[in-house]
């Protein structure tokens, strides 16, 4: 490496006045793959500090989704929200089984709401309570944690069913599905509970959907 000092005009001859000197700001050798932050001296060697970065902690908020069900509309403003009826599939996977994790909740109150969620044994659940009493509590499999799953739940008067991955329906033929005003995406609003994976794919029918065709769909 070397240093060269010119005149302005590029001569690098310069014999100077023997009095005005000359500064030199900034200036840093050192030996190493790459060059470390500046270090400020005056008349004394100086070892620098550790470069350290340093920012306020923060903790991300939950990634979820809450929609106004009777506000959703079609491309001709038709309704896509059917109060007494309808059906929800799902893809996604979980991350780890650990505690009920809500995969989709439909709430009007706590004591009149649709939860889908993983339990920690990995148990697909499906519960409707209307008026603070169960309706239907369906349980159609298993998934695995860090596997895709897909699963369909259909509901009408005296009409439930779920799937797991096109297998054999489970169903409750006694039961009124609760009213409800909002859907809830990967949270059920009525506990602090996140979903803890992906949630891939969500599906809404303003009717009932045949068990065979929600094992179409989920298969």
């Given at each position: 490496?070397?240093?060269?000092?010119?005149?302005?005009n590029?001569?690098?001859s310069?014999?100077?006045d023997?009095t005005?000197?000359?500064?030199?700001?900034?200036?840093?050798?050192?030996?190493g793959?790459?060059p470390?932050?500046y270090?400020?001296?005056?008349?004394?060697?100086?070892?620098?500090?550790?470069?350290?970065?340093?920012?306020?902690?923060?903790?991300?908020?939950?990634?979820?989704?809450?929609?106004?069900?009777?506000?959703?509309?079609?491309?001709?403003?038709?309704?896509?929200?059917?109060?007494?009826?309808?059906?929800l599939?799902?893809?996604?996977?979980?991350?780890?089984?650990?505690?009920?994790?809500?995969?989709?909740?439909?709430?009007?109150?706590v004591n009149?709401?649709?939860?889908l969620?993983?339990?920690s044994?990995?148990?697909?659940?499906?519960d409707f309570?209307?008026?603070?009493?169960f309706?239907?509590?369906?349980?159609?499999g298993?998934?695995?944690?860090?596997?895709?799953?897909?699963?369909?739940?259909?509901?009408?008067?005296n009409?439930?069913?779920?799937?797991?991955?096109?297998?054999?329906p489970?169903?409750?033929?006694?039961?009124?599905?609760?009213?409800t005003?909002?859907?809830?995406?990967?949270?059920?609003?009525?506990?602090?509970v996140?979903?803890?994976?992906?949630?891939?794919?969500?599906?809404?029918?303003?009717?009932?959907?045949?068990?065979?065709?929600?094992?179409a769909?989920?298969?």
């Amino acid at each position: 490496m070397g240093l060269n000092i010119a005149s302005a005009n590029g001569v690098f001859s310069y014999t100077g006045d023997g009095t005005s000197g000359l500064y030199i700001w900034g200036a840093q050798l050192e030996a190493g793959a790459f060059p470390t932050s500046y270090i400020p001296t005056t008349t004394a060697a100086v070892t620098r500090s550790a470069d350290v970065s340093t920012s306020a902690a923060a903790t991300r908020a939950a990634d979820v989704c809450t929609l106004n069900l009777p506000s959703l509309v079609g491309s001709h403003g038709e309704s896509l929200w059917n109060g007494t009826e309808g059906t929800l599939l799902v893809r996604g996977d979980v991350n780890a089984l650990s505690g009920n994790r809500p995969l989709l909740s439909l709430n009007n109150t706590v004591n009149d709401r649709s939860t889908l969620y993983i339990d920690s044994s990995g148990n697909v659940c499906a519960d409707f309570l209307t008026s603070g009493a169960f309706q239907a509590q369906l349980r159609p499999g298993t998934v695995s944690a860090q596997t895709g799953f897909a699963v369909g739940v259909a509901w009408a008067v005296n009409d439930f069913a779920a799937v797991r991955n096109g297998g054999s329906p489970v169903s409750d033929n006694s039961g009124t599905p609760p009213v409800t005003t909002t859907m809830g995406i990967g949270v059920d609003w009525s506990s602090s509970v996140f979903w803890n994976g992906h949630i891939r794919q969500v599906l809404l029918f303003n009717r009932r959907l045949s068990n065979a065709d929600m094992q179409a769909l989920t298969t």
